[in-house]
Every structure is written in C-alpha cells, then in structure tokens.
C-alpha cells in the first residue's frame, strides 16, 4: 500500500509565495517519476511540474520562472515551490508518483488526496 500527503496549501495574496510538499509512505524501496497536477473550477486537472528520480524537471508554460519542483529521494519527497502566485493559479493541487517499487512489484500512478491553493486578487 503506497499512500500520498500533501501539505502547504492555503490561502495566499497575488505575489505572495507558498511551498506544497508531498510524502509517499510505505514499503517504498524507489519512485522514478513524481509531480504536481492541478484542478481548477469547471477545468480538467492538468500538469504543473514533474520530476524524474534523476532530477529532471518538466514544467507547464504557465508556471515556468515561477513554480519550483524539488525532491528529496531519502525521505520519497517532492515539493513544490510557488512564487509569484496569481489568482489563475487557484486550483485543487494534486501529488503524483508514478513506477513506484513496491517489494517486488511496481505501482503505477498513485494519486494524492489533493491540497487547495487560493490566490486572492
């Protein structure tokens, strides 16, 4: 059983900062790929950043110069670093992990419960 907590949503004024963090617990031995997604009202979730167990990165356009992903592999961590917030960034933000092995087995697309972030104007 793989389970994933985020943290660090909340409530924010544009331009300001916050850090998201997500932890993957659990007979963990590695994760190869973990992200960011996020859901606004009425939208489909879509990607922020992504994060290879390697350390390559791949963001969105629209967070690009602005959103930060990081990862510790030890503590099968990710984070996600946001400046420079702007109302359109308000959404449900969800953690992925993707490959993750499990024992002798892999686990494929696991899902956080998701963290609310709101950017006010």
């Known amino acids: 059983q793989v389970q994933l907590v985020e943290s660090g949503g909340g409530l924010v004024q544009a331009g300001g900062s916050l850090r998201l963090s997500c932890t993957a617990s659990?007979?963990?031995?590695?994760?190869?790929?973990m992200g960011w997604y996020r859901q606004a009202p009425g939208k489909q979730r879509s990607l922020v950043a992504t994060?290879?167990?390697?350390?390559?990165?791949n963001y969105a356009d629209s967070v690009k110069g602005r959103f930060t992903i990081s990862r510790d592999n030890a503590k099968n961590t990710v984070y996600l670093q946001m400046n420079s917030l702007k109302p359109e960034d308000t959404a449900v933000y969800y953690c992925?992990?993707?490959?993750?092995?499990?024992?002798?087995?892999?686990?494929?697309?696991?899902w956080g419960q998701g963290t609310q972030v709101t950017v006010s104007s």
């Open positions: 992925n992990a993707d490959q993750v092995l499990v024992g002798a087995f892999y686990r494929w697309d696991i």
């Open positions: 659990g007979s963990i031995f590695s994760i190869n790929d």
């Open positions: 994060i290879t167990s390697g350390g390559s990165t």
